[in-house]
Nanobody
Framework: QIELAESGGGSAPVGGSLTLACVVS?????????LGWFREMPNGLRWGVAL????????TYDRSVEGRFTIAQDIGKRTVYLQMDSLKVEDTEVYYC??????????????????WGHGTQVTVSA
């Protein structure tokens, strides 16, 4: 059984930083899985803003966060992190960790992801 538990949300000023963590159980990081951080976009859709393929460690970013956010995994701690720098007001959202198992390609569409965490709120204020 796969379980995901997010932590690290909170408040930060514009230009500040936050780090989110997602502790993962039930997934073999040496196999072909995708772990991602999702948030609701301006069009109302929950979308993957940062994705990592666990065996290849290939990362993918939405253009809205590219160059500011970094996703990384720590296999020993069974944790995937999202380092959020140069935060903007529009980054204010609930962030969800999600997993897509047995896949060679990480899609940013929520429909591919079977398991979700409960989410953690990020608030960026001017």
């Amino acid at each position: 059984q796969i379980e995901l538990a997010e932590s690290g949300g909170g408040s930060a000023p514009v230009g500040g930083s936050l780090t989110l963590a997602c502790v993962v159980s039930g997934i073999d990081f040496t196999e072909d899985n995708c772990l991602g951080w999702f948030r609701e976009m301006p069009n109302g859709l929950r979308w993957g803003v940062a994705l990592i393929h666990t065996s290849s460690r290939k990362t993918t970013y939405d253009r809205s966060v590219e160059g500011r956010f970094t996703i990384a995994q720590d296999i020993g701690k069974r944790t995937v992190y999202l380092q959020m720098d140069s935060l903007k007001v529009e980054d204010t959202e609930v962030y969800y960790c999600a997993s897509d198992t047995r896949t060679s390609w990480c899609s940013p569409s929520r429909y591919y992801y079977e398991t979700w965490g409960h989410g953690t709120q990020v608030t960026v204020s001017a």
